[in-house]
């Protein structure tokens, strides 16, 4: 039996709520003919898919990444706005594409206020210019009498977009990307950018070109750019077809999260850096299966399994026992390519990553909490890694790793608390205690249907679905001290109210004691 010990005076800090951000490129089936598709009978006048719109406003996106990703090296943005039918055609050198610009500036914020998001935009530092950045700011923002800011008005916008969140440049270290150059040629531009970006509205916020949180980059970058980015930006990528390897992977975040806040500390010491600088996490998912040239033309259509979700809730796990350090999170992407939704001409479906990620945007709460996990633990092999096919991390030197992982977090008054478990043994059922230590709570655990508005039906997952589960259980304090679950393979549980968790609890386990599931 694993025991689950959370304190709940010890508070590692506030959950920032833009970890449950999103991503979207034009990259295949992503933008058009994913959220956008004129057209389609399932379209609203706007273009947006309204069934894709159902779907999506459940994962409460607090904030959403345009346009990349790769695409944003080679796009100018002048392209996209005006009247649709007069934007040019372009050749996509990223995806080997070709862009109609059908969907630009002025559709990305509409889908953004759609959604209740904060519009986060990257600007082209391969093939653009720092004018052009400037006046893509200018267009968004501004508020004076300037073409920039009257070709927005003209386009029918007269109040400006107040774009906070602006990138500069992606993977600009990347030898795939249009422009890439190093370490210290990025940071001469991104100074330069930055700048006159800064200058046109100094109330946005500025996110560094990072690597993995722990390279020369991402060392070089930060030491470049500390006095004039809030945020350092990190991409990672895991999965291989090894179960264990894939659900342990997310711990390469974590280890990198850890690297660049040492780095972000050094910096801000040595440089008597004042503001914050947070990490943005803008690009994270599980993909290893669809890296193939044919693949990456095809818009990287992968298909996911139960493993995979589990997978993308250690991630949220790891961000959560984070929060100091990681206040902005992308999932990459969020409609078709590498995606938790997925669309055909009559319908939309939901990948099994859709659900982890929803039950978490909908259920963790402001404060996250120390958990310790004691149990079972699983001790992967250097071996076992280098067998594995996909993307190998090596993570095997930070195990054993415990089975269980999980997060807590509860509310600022501290009378409501949610526990995320996630069992990661592949085959089993795991038993275990939560130990509420000296609160006096009436936890009551814990098992119950997910009330998911949107009813969809299944992808076929490529490979059998492990018997494991992921297990989110909200538990609210005022009386006893503990509370024992037992998790059941391939359910993912959440209780809203203490009176639904008592009932789960007891169809759980029929004849158990309150308080027991
Ligand atoms: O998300 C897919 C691609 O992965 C993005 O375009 C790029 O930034 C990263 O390499």
Request: proline letters at 4%; a neutral charge.
């Amino acid at each position: 039996m694993a025991r689950i010990g959370i304190d709940l005076e010890r508070r590692i800090g506030t959950v920032d709520r833009r970890i449950f951000g999103q991503f979207i490129e034009h990259l295949g089936r992503c933008i058009y003919g994913g959220i956008y598709d004129e057209g389609s009978p399932l379209a609203d006048a706007r273009g947006f898919r309204t069934d894709v719109l159902d779907a999506v406003r459940p994962l409460r996106i607090p904030i959403l990444r345009w346009p990349g990703g790769n695409f944003v090296s080679g796009y100018h943005w002048l392209d996209g706005v005006g009247p649709r039918d007069k934007r040019p055609r372009r050749s996509e050198l990223a995806w080997y594409a070709e862009e109609s610009n059908r969907f630009g500036t002025d559709e990305f914020i509409e889908y953004c206020r759609a959604i209740e998001a904060e519009p986060y935009i990257c600007v082209n530092m391969g093939s653009g210019t720092m004018d052009e950045a400037q006046a893509w700011v200018e267009y968004c923002n501004g508020t004076g009498n300037t073409s920039w800011a009257n070709l927005r008005r003209a386009n029918g916008h007269a109040e400006p977009y107040r774009v906070r969140y602006w990138g500069l440049g992606n993977d600009m270290y990347g030898g795939w990307q249009i422009g890439n150059m190093n370490a210290h040629d990025y940071v001469k531009k991104a100074r330069a950018f930055a700048m006159v970006m800064k200058r046109t509205d100094p109330t946005i916020q500025l996110v560094g070109c990072g690597q993995n949180g722990w390279s020369e980059w991402d060392e070089i970058v930060l030491g470049g750019l500390a006095e004039l980015v809030d945020f350092h930006s990190i991409h990672l990528y895991t999965g291989t077809r090894d179960h264990y390897t894939t659900v342990f992977s997310s711990h390469q975040a974590e280890r990198a999260i850890r690297i660049c806040a040492a780095l972000i500390e050094r910096v801000r010491k040595l440089q008597g850096i004042t503001h914050p600088i947070h990490i943005a996490f803008d690009e994270w998912n599980v993909w290893y299966r669809t890296r193939s040239h044919e693949d990456r033309v095809g818009g990287l259509e992968e298909r996911y399994d139960l493993t995979d979700a589990l997978a993308i809730a250690s991630y949220l796990n790891g961000f959560i026992r984070h929060c100091r350090e990681v206040r902005i999170a992308n999932f990459a992407q969020l409609v078709n390519a590498i995606a938790p939704i997925f669309t055909d001409a009559k319908r939309v479906s939901l990948q099994t990553i859709y659900h982890p990620l929803r039950l978490y945007a909908e259920h963790m709460q402001a404060v996250a909490l120390d958990v310790h996990v004691a149990g079972e633990a699983y001790d992967l092999s250097p071996a076992q890694e280098a067998a594995s096919v996909g993307r190998i991390h090596h993570v095997s030197d930070l195990g054993p790793f415990q089975l269980l992982d999980a997060a807590a977090t509860c509310d600022e008054a501290g009378r409501r608390l949610t526990l995320a478990i996630v069992n990661r043994e592949r085959d089993r059922d795991l038993a275990a205690t939560v130990d509420l230590g000296s609160a006096t709570a009436g936890a009551r655990p814990t098992s119950g249907r997910s009330t998911d508005p949107t009813s969809r039906r299944r992808i076929p997952s490529r490979r059998p679905t492990p018997s494991t589960s992921a297990r989110a259980a909200s538990i609210s304090a005022g009386h006893a001290s503990t509370t024992r679950s037992r998790l059941t393979p391939s359910r993912c549980c959440i209780c809203r109210s203490p009176a639904d968790a008592a009932s789960a609890a007891q169809r759980a386990r029929p004849g158990a004691p309150a308080g027991t599931a």
